[in-house]
């Protein structure tokens, strides 16, 4: 996998939006902090009914458009954002094996959106 710094820098470029859906993207420290300071309402748990189905959705990750496993490398070029359900769906398949254009031919959605990073170093 990328590095925590690569990983932060791909989320940024592509503005915190999932690169083939456009989805907003939460990053996992915000997340956390709700798990931290909303246990009932933002629940992790080992099966689906015992997880936060929203958390799990919209959680921010990297996608390798290339598949590591199918040759793919950890470069910026070959890494985008994606949104849990995009992520799932496209697995270790191509993008011609699962009929998808390629996201980095669109641009990045840039506004103020930041993935709820400024919740970070929240204190109740």
Request: hydrophobic share 35%; net charge positive; with cysteine.
């Amino acid at each position: 996998m990328p590095t925590r710094l690569v990983t932060r820098e791909v989320f940024a470029r592509d503005g915190w939006r999932c690169r083939y859906c456009e989805s907003r993207v939460v990053a996992k420290e915000a997340r956390d902090i709700f798990r931290k300071y909303l246990p009932l309402e933002a629940r992790k748990g080992r099966t689906n009914n015992d997880n936060h189905f929203g958390l799990a959705t919209l959680s921010a990750s990297i996608d390798h458009v290339l598949p590591f496993r199918r040759g793919g490398t950890n470069d910026l070029t070959n890494l985008v954002t994606a949104c849990g359900p995009c992520q799932f769906g496209k697995g270790h398949w191509t993008l011609d094996e699962v009929e998808l254009e390629d996201p980095r031919s669109f641009p990045s959605v840039i506004d103020n959106w930041d993935g709820l990073t400024r919740l970070v170093g929240f204190k109740a």
